[in-house]
Each structure stands twice: as C-alpha cells, then as structure tokens.
C-alpha cells in the first residue's frame, strides 16, 4: 500500500467533508492504491466477489491499480459506445492497517456514478453523485466480520469490496446529453483512516482582511466526529503559521460541543494571496479528549475580491483581468483517472501558459486540482454537474442540492475559489416531456439561496441558460464568435452588448476545434457565406457538422491556423478590454472525450484543446504565451507543418509568436527583417514576415529580444510546388523505434506518386502478426480512425513477436502496407 501525500491525508470524516490536511497523533491516513481487483459487468452479489474454489473461476478479476476507470481506453474506441453499466472491485485490509482502538473510515475522493461499499458481505454505505467525496465508517462492520469470518477468506483478512455504476439514468445529473463521458470507475483515490474516538469532522477557515490590508482575522469554525457521544469537555489547541514557516499566534478552546471549540486569530500585516504570489497560511489544530488525541491541518490564504458592476474584477483591491481556461477529468490511458504526478503537470502547464482563472467543467474536481490552484495562484470557478437536460424530480433535485452542500463543505478553505457555479446549458432540454422555465428558475433560485447561506462571501455563476441570467451573480452567455456563429471580428461588439446587459459578465467558452497537427495555407477558405450582424450567440443543433445556416464549426478546415488566428483575434481584442470587462476563459485546455461527436477527426474527442489529450502542446499554446506571460519566448508558427505547398514564387507569410519587443526573421541564413510587437496589429502582434520559400528544404529562425535577453527558435519546413492530383494511393514507412515500440507514419498520394499536402481523408489502420497498435487514446498518433492532417497519420505499434504487417486504408484509396520486424 502507497502512504498518502502528506498534504492530501487529513480527510474529513462523514458524507458533508471538509478539506485536505496533515494528520499527526493518532490519526492515520492510507491510500489504498494496490491489491485491487476488477471485473466489468455485474454480480449476483457481493458473495461472487468472496467465494473460493470452482465457483470462483467466473468471473474472470483483472488486477488493477488505483485510481482506475471502466473507460479508460473505450471512451475513444472509434467503433462502439463507451461502457455505461456496473462493475465491482475487491480488496483486502490487514489487521496491521486496522489499528486497535480506532474508529476505521473508507474515505472515497470520487467514485462514477453510484456506489456501494460492502465489508463482507455487509453493506455499510450508498452513494449517488460522481463527483463529491464521501466517508463510510466501517468499523461496526470490520468487528462484526471479524466474529463470523468466510472460511475462505485468509485470517486476519477484511474483504472490501465496491460497486460502481455509470448507468444512463434520467433522474441523476449530469444528464447524458453533456458533451463529455460519465466515467464509471474509482477514478480517484481510495483511503484508509483510522481516527480516535473523537476526532475533527470539518474545519473551516474564513480570513477577512481589513479594508486597508494592515491586519486580518480568521475565524475558526471546527466540526466533530464523535459517533460514540464521548463525553466531557474536549480541548482544542489552534496554531497559526506564517507562509515561511513561522509560528505567529496560538489560541485554546474548551468545551464539548463545536460550537464552543470556535475560535479567532488575528493576523497583522497579512500576506496576501494573490494570483503572482500566492502565499499560503498554515493553521494547526489539535483536538484532546478522553478517547485520544487528533490533530489536523488547513491550508488557507488571506484576500478579498470584487466584481465591480460592469466593470473589471478586482483582487485585494488591484484591477485583475481573468485569463482562463477549462478543465475536464480526462487523460489519454486513464480517462479520469488521472495519476496525481499528471494532475499536477497539466495545472502547471496551465500556468506556464499564463493562466490566472479556471473554470473547472463541469463538476467538483479532485482535491489535488485545488490545491494546486491554491499553491500556483489560479483563481476557480467550480460547479455542480446540472448539466443539460432539463429539470427532473424529487431524486433530482435533492442530488443537485447535497452535491451543492458537499462542493462548499469540501473545497470551504480553498483561496483560489471565488465562484460557485449552478448549472451549465440549463436551457437545453431533452431529458423530460416537460420543459417549464420557471421550474428551472425556481430551482436555481433555490440553490442560490442556499450557496449564498452555505458560503455568504463567494459569488453564484451559471453558463447559457439566459432565462437565469438575473438569478445569480455573475453570468456568461454562450458567445462562439467565429466559430459556431458569425465571425470572429465580431467579438468584442457582442461582448459590449453582453457588458450592459448583466451586471458582471464573466466570457467563458470561447475557443475553435482544431485537429492537432493540421495546418492550412489558406484558412478563410469557403467561409465567404458566413452571415454577421446578427450576434454570436450559440443556438441548438450549432455544433453539429451538418444542416443549419453557414458556419466555421461546419464549414471550416478545422485546422490549427484557423484557431490560432481566432486566438490571436479574441487575445489582442481583450488587451483593450480590461477597463470594462472581468475577463475570459477559453474552452478548453485540453482536448477531451465526448460521447456526442464521433464524426470528429479524431472520432470522440472535442478536440478545442490548446494541447491534445496527452499534453501534446499545440500552436495555439505558444499564442497565449505571447501575450499572458512576461518570460521571453518565441515560437516560429509551424513546427507540426513539415511541408508547405504552393506556387513556384509564391508569396508566403511566416508568423512569429512572441512576447518580446522586436524579432528578427533568418530564412535559410539570410536576414529578413526586424520588426517591433504591437499587439493590436493582427495578426502575430506584427511578428510576421512575406517570404519566399526554394522548392525543397528551408530552414527558418528568429531571434526576438527582452529586455536585453535573447531568445531564438527554429524549424525546418519543405516546399512543394509541384501539383497533385486526388488522393489515390497510402504510403506507410517508419518514422521511429524505442525498444519494442515502432512508430509509423501513413501518407498520401495522388496516382502518379506526388503528395497530396493538404489531404483529409479518413483513415483506419489495421495490424496483423506479433504486435498490437498502441490506439484509443485519442491523439495524433494513438487513434486507429483517424483524419490525416496534411496528408498524414501517425500511430505506434508495441511489438511483441518477430514480425508484424500494419495497413493504412481508406475509402477508395490503395490500402498501403508495411512489415515491421524485431
């Protein structure tokens, strides 16, 4: 078993949790990440899962490791749905990881989409929602198993075992009309705690500076587990310490209630958290009682913030403008199972990308994601997954209320968080025979009330559903411009409009599909037809890729110039916003799976990301760069485009995305100028160049400047003048070798054998003999369907034999064939 992080172990204790911590004395904390078995489908019961012998030979367990989802890999299998039914795990405790005296917690960070927990054969908890974490106290149940213990289970042995079920349920949210997977799995970390008798439930901390920033105070609202109704009075010990580590204040509290154990600390001239130094605040708690001791820790930060009323947002006082982006569950090979080490690395990307705002779409995340927010200064929007479909029930409506309380309870501390979103697309209906808008505002004025009486100092927010817009605090409409409609000039008109029309307008989900790795040397091709005038507001049925009026996100060539320049368009627009607006955040990071859009290039995937679903940086990565981030960089447009096509002579622009005050462009070793950035002179903030290229091989670099520091970049791209004809006949050579693992790349020609660059026929390749194609993952090069970009595909096969024959086909093309050999 894997030891907890110790920043991630303090876990709160009953089905309304409170944050992650340290934990100390008697409390222990475990992940349980190995020993795990799986098996898909369902069970008679919780004995299949115990018996021994011949009755056990079916089902067949698979040995897995936690966390781990049922979808990881048919979430992108372009040719079936992906799995929505049950399946079960098992595991077994140690009488060691049980310790004497102790009440023993299963505390679950996120399970798709119910669950049941048995010890045995009992049952000891249900839980209906994706999304939030819960606690199971199993220790009843571990002493009743350990006086009628299974024969067939080792001594000594606790036998866990776990149901999950992700399937299609109209009375649940997220409806299964959202454009992403619902997950079935233990996608997120299992732990194992053991406490005393009397032990911390929730700790919420509230740090309200003064309105001149000299001093703040926390106030401490604790919360008990005492299942046993220990009696006596209880002693608390709360310490604070400084972000350097500094012990700074210390306050006792007495009494055998939570009410009595409140407390306040003052802070003089506090740190103040903020997006560039986002210092963090340390406040200790030890709890004494008859049945032990328990100690906790909290994370917390001291800030204030304001959505000025058609006007800009501010952070401890200071005008900040919001740069966002979104965020799915959702990685190639894990599905939302993501490993931590990965959760990690994708927040980081996020901020060497220049984010300071997430908005996390569209359920409560992982701890991990919030603490990592919290620690690299990105403010947060979280929100419940009442996602689409309508309005349901009774059933319904009480799982949007309790994953509501569970949200705020769980990420309370959170500095990063100043929203708490409702609802997203509440105005797409499809679940139930009745649509009525003013049951769907009555219940959002319900769970408005009750945000604002859970949390009275955080906002309310919703996206596109307009018929709310006056309900909550800060609202976003569903504005596409240059994408699912109108152009994307049109922006900033469409966001004054949005300005005046509600009293804080936050944009979010913004964004162009493009398929990684597919460029273009003419991309406003065919979008002549494109009506404006009449807003950019998205409409039902524009994100299908056929019907309906003229539009980029049917009409377009999806490739990553188009995007880049929407990117660039919409960036140096908000550069003159930042008086009037709060800001934008742009949909989404990462490229993700949906269940909606199996016509897509890569066929399942929302492929709007700004990196693919392995992290896999886009163009459109180093754009945000150039304008968000003060390190110097430069980024010569291209590096994913090793051929251009075009006329012998032909004039071509080359781009540079940069940060830098001027860049110089070297073509083939000669200079071609200096020019000075300007970021209101699209495109490429002015780093762009009219070149000239050789037929063949030409080599580009730039070198931009800083503030006195030199950065440079530089590609290699090939020019074809010589003309194609329609794509008759697939290529397949190698391109790469790691050990086992071959990667090959398919390409396209026309009949008389010259490349066709700008070639988008759909592909599917195949493999026979001793190896497997290392495929499902949703990427560029790990999707057996595919679209080629720019006439070409990649995939990797995983060898395991001696020979192996892979084919590339397509409709109506000479299928291409290779042999791979060991």
């Given at each position: 078993?894997?030891?907890?992080?110790?920043?991630?172990?303090?876990?709160?204790?009953?089905?309304?949790?409170?944050?992650?911590?340290?934990?100390?004395?008697?409390?222990?904390?475990?992940?349980?990440?190995?020993?795990?078995?799986?098996?898909?489908?369902?069970?008679?019961?919780?004995?299949?899962?115990?018996?021994?012998?011949?009755?056990?030979?079916?089902?067949?367990?698979?040995?897995?490791?936690?966390?781990?989802?049922?979808?990881?890999?048919?979430?992108?299998?372009?040719?079936?749905?992906?799995?929505?039914?049950?399946?079960?795990?098992?595991?077994?405790?140690?009488?060691?990881?049980?310790?004497?005296?102790?009440?023993?917690?299963?505390?679950?960070?996120?399970?798709?989409?119910?669950?049941?927990?048995?010890?045995?054969?009992?049952?000891?908890?249900?839980?209906?929602?994706?999304?939030?974490?819960?606690?199971?106290?199993?220790?009843?149940?571990?002493?009743?198993?350990?006086?009628?213990?299974?024969?067939?289970?080792?001594?000594?042995?606790?036998?866990?075992?776990?149901?999950?079920?992700?399937?299609?349920?109209?009375?649940?949210?997220?409806?299964?009309?959202?454009?992403?997977?619902?997950?079935?799995?233990?996608?997120?970390?299992?732990?194992?705690?053991?406490?005393?008798?009397?032990?911390?439930?929730?700790?919420?901390?509230?740090?309200?500076?003064?309105?001149?920033?000299?001093?703040?105070?926390?106030?401490?609202?604790?919360?008990?587990?005492?299942?046993?109704?220990?009696?006596?009075?209880?002693?608390?010990?709360?310490?604070?310490?400084?972000?350097?580590?500094?012990?700074?204040?210390?306050?006792?509290?007495?009494?055998?209630?939570?009410?009595?154990?409140?407390?306040?600390?003052?802070?003089?001239?506090?740190?103040?958290?903020?997006?560039?130094?986002?210092?963090?605040?340390?406040?200790?708690?030890?709890?004494?009682?008859?049945?032990?001791?328990?100690?906790?820790?909290?994370?917390?930060?001291?800030?204030?913030?304001?959505?000025?009323?058609?006007?800009?947002?501010?952070?401890?006082?200071?005008?900040?403008?919001?740069?966002?982006?979104?965020?799915?569950?959702?990685?190639?090979?894990?599905?939302?199972?993501?490993?931590?080490?990965?959760?990690?690395?994708?927040?980081?990307?996020?901020?060497?990308?220049?984010?300071?705002?997430?908005?996390?779409?569209?359920?409560?995340?992982?701890?991990?994601?919030?603490?990592?927010?919290?620690?690299?200064?990105?403010?947060?929007?979280?929100?419940?997954?009442?996602?689409?479909?309508?309005?349901?029930?009774?059933?319904?409506?009480?799982?949007?209320?309790?994953?509501?309380?569970?949200?705020?309870?769980?990420?309370?501390?959170?500095?990063?968080?100043?929203?708490?979103?409702?609802?997203?697309?509440?105005?797409?209906?499809?679940?139930?025979?009745?649509?009525?808008?003013?049951?769907?505002?009555?219940?959002?004025?319900?769970?408005?009330?009750?945000?604002?009486?859970?949390?009275?100092?955080?906002?309310?927010?919703?996206?596109?559903?307009?018929?709310?817009?006056?309900?909550?605090?800060?609202?976003?409409?569903?504005?596409?411009?240059?994408?699912?409609?109108?152009?994307y000039t049109e922006y900033t008109k469409v966001s004054k409009e949005w300005n005046k029309k509600v009293d804080h307008f936050l944009h979010v989900?913004?964004?162009?599909?493009?398929?990684?790795?597919?460029h273009s040397e003419d991309p406003d091709k065919g979008l002549e037809s494109i009506s404006t005038g009449d807003g950019a507001d998205e409409r039902?049925?524009?994100?299908?890729?056929?019907?309906?009026?003229?539009?980029?996100?049917?009409?377009?060539?999806?490739?990553?110039?188009?995007?880049?320049?929407?990117?660039?368009?919409?960036?140096?627009?908000?550069?003159?916003?930042?008086?009037?607006?709060?800001?934008?955040?742009?949909?989404?990071?990462?490229?993700?799976?949906?269940?909606?859009?199996?016509?897509?290039?890569?066929?399942?995937?929302?492929?709007?990301?700004?990196?693919?679903?392995?992290?896999?940086?886009?163009?459109?990565?180093?754009?945000?760069?150039?304008?968000?981030?003060?390190?110097?960089?430069?980024?010569?447009?291209?590096?994913?485009?090793?051929?251009?096509?075009?006329?012998?002579?032909?004039?071509?622009?080359?781009?540079?995305?940069?940060?830098?005050?001027?860049?110089?462009?070297?073509?083939?070793?000669?200079?071609?100028?200096?020019?000075?950035?300007?970021?209101?002179?699209?495109?490429?903030?002015?780093?762009?160049?009219?070149?000239?290229?050789?037929?063949?091989?030409?080599?580009?670099?730039?070198?931009?400047?800083?503030?006195?520091?030199?950065?440079?970049?530089?590609?290699?791209?090939?020019?074809?003048?010589?003309?194609?004809?329609?794509?008759?006949?697939?290529?397949?050579?190698?391109?790469?070798?790691?050990?086992?693992?071959?990667?090959?790349?398919?390409?396209?020609?026309?009949?008389?054998?010259?490349?066709?660059?700008?070639?988008?026929?759909?592909?599917?390749?195949?493999?026979?003999?001793?190896?497997?194609?290392?495929?499902?993952?949703?990427?560029?090069?790990?999707?057996?369907?595919?679209?080629?970009?720019?006439?070409?595909?990649?995939?990797?096969?995983?060898?395991?034999?001696?020979?192996?024959?892979?084919?590339?086909?397509?409709?109506?093309?000479k299928t291409g064939f290779i042999t791979i050999e060991n």
């Amino acid at each position: 078993m894997q030891k907890v992080n110790i920043q991630r172990i303090c876990i709160l204790l009953l089905m309304l949790l409170g944050i992650a911590g340290t934990v100390k004395a008697q409390r222990s904390s475990e992940r349980l990440t190995e020993n795990w078995e799986y098996v898909k489908g369902d069970l008679g019961g919780p004995y299949e899962a115990l018996r021994t012998g011949r009755e056990a030979l079916l089902p067949v367990w698979e040995q897995v490791e936690m966390p781990h989802s049922f979808n990881r890999f048919d979430a992108v299998d372009p040719d079936k749905s992906y799995y929505q039914g049950p399946g079960w795990y098992r595991t077994y405790l140690s009488s060691d990881q049980l310790q004497e005296g102790k009440r023993h917690l299963l505390h679950f960070e996120g399970a798709g989409q119910k669950t049941k927990v048995y010890i045995g054969m009992q049952l000891v908890g249900e839980h209906v929602g994706g999304y939030d974490e819960f606690v199971f106290d199993i220790t009843d149940a571990v002493n009743q198993y350990r006086q009628n213990p299974m024969e067939e289970i080792e001594d000594g042995k606790i036998p866990v075992i776990v149901r999950c079920d992700n399937s299609r349920d109209l009375e649940m949210i997220p409806s299964d009309l959202s454009d992403f997977n619902l997950y079935g799995g233990l996608y997120r970390f299992v732990n194992l705690v053991n406490v005393p008798g009397v032990s911390f439930q929730q700790l919420h901390v509230d740090a309200k500076p003064d309105k001149n920033y000299r001093k703040a105070f926390v106030a401490i609202t604790p919360q008990l587990y005492n299942p046993l109704n220990v009696e006596g009075d209880f002693t608390v010990r709360y310490s604070l310490v400084s972000p350097d580590g500094k012990n700074i204040a210390s306050v006792e509290a007495e009494g055998n209630s939570a009410d009595a154990l409140k407390a306040g600390i003052e802070i003089k001239k506090p740190e103040l958290w903020s997006v560039e130094n986002p210092q963090l605040y340390t406040l200790k708690a030890t709890l004494e009682s008859d049945s032990g001791t328990d100690e906790f820790i909290e994370k917390f930060g001291v800030r204030d913030f304001e959505f000025v009323a058609h006007g800009p947002f501010k952070l401890n006082g200071e005008s900040l403008f919001l740069r966002g982006t979104h965020r799915h569950e959702d990685h190639a090979g894990y599905a939302a199972a993501m490993p931590e080490d990965l959760i990690i690395e994708e927040m980081q990307m996020m901020k060497e990308m220049g984010v300071n705002f997430i908005r996390l779409g569209h359920y409560q995340q992982s701890r991990i994601v919030l603490d990592a927010c919290d620690s690299l200064g990105i403010l947060v929007w979280e929100e419940i997954p009442w996602c689409r479909g309508g309005l349901g029930g009774e059933i319904y409506k009480d799982q949007a209320r309790r994953m509501l309380t569970n949200m705020i309870n769980q990420h309370y501390n959170h500095p990063s968080i100043i929203i708490w979103g409702l609802g997203n697309e509440n105005d797409w209906p499809g679940d139930f025979p009745e649509f009525d808008k003013e049951k769907i505002r009555t219940f959002m004025s319900e769970l408005n009330d009750l945000s604002h009486s859970l949390d009275p100092l955080r906002k309310t927010a919703i996206r596109r559903c307009d018929f709310c817009a006056d309900i909550i605090d800060v609202y976003s409409p569903s504005v596409w411009a240059g994408w699912y409609r109108g152009k994307y000039t049109e922006y900033t008109k469409v966001s004054k409009e949005w300005n005046k029309k509600v009293d804080h307008f936050l944009h979010v989900e913004w964004g162009a599909s493009n398929h990684g790795m597919r460029h273009s040397e003419d991309p406003d091709k065919g979008l002549e037809s494109i009506s404006t005038g009449d807003g950019a507001d998205e409409r039902d049925g524009d994100f299908l890729l056929s019907g309906g009026e003229a539009r980029v996100s049917k009409d377009g060539d999806w490739s990553e110039t188009y995007a880049c320049n929407l990117i660039d368009w919409h960036l140096k627009e908000q550069e003159k916003m930042k008086d009037w607006h709060v800001g934008a955040a742009y949909w989404p990071f990462k490229d993700f799976s949906t269940p909606l859009r199996p016509e897509n290039p890569v066929p399942y995937v929302n492929q709007k990301g700004v990196v693919q679903r392995d992290f896999t940086k886009k163009e459109a990565f180093y754009v945000f760069q150039s304008y968000w981030t003060e390190e110097p960089m430069a980024h010569i447009y291209g590096h994913t485009w090793p051929v251009r096509w075009g006329e012998a002579d032909e004039s071509k622009m080359v781009k540079v995305y940069s940060n830098c005050e001027e860049a110089e462009l070297f073509l083939n070793g000669e200079s071609l100028g200096v020019r000075t950035r300007d970021s209101q002179n699209f495109p490429a903030a002015g780093l762009r160049w009219i070149v000239k290229f050789n037929d063949g091989e030409n080599h580009l670099k730039v070198v931009a400047t800083k503030d006195g520091e030199e950065v440079t970049d530089e590609i290699t791209q090939v020019y074809q003048s010589e003309k194609w004809g329609n794509p008759a006949i697939l290529k397949i050579i190698e391109v790469n070798r790691e050990a086992d693992v071959v990667e090959v790349e398919a390409k396209i020609y026309d009949k008389n054998n010259v490349f066709c660059p700008n070639a988008k026929n759909r592909i599917e390749f195949s493999i026979s003999g001793d190896g497997e194609l290392i495929d499902n993952l949703g990427t560029y090069n790990g999707s057996r369907t595919i679209q080629l970009y720019n006439g070409r595909a990649l995939i990797k096969i995983k060898m395991n034999g001696e020979k192996a024959v892979v084919a590339a086909n397509s409709d109506k093309i000479k299928t291409g064939f290779i042999t791979i050999e060991n």
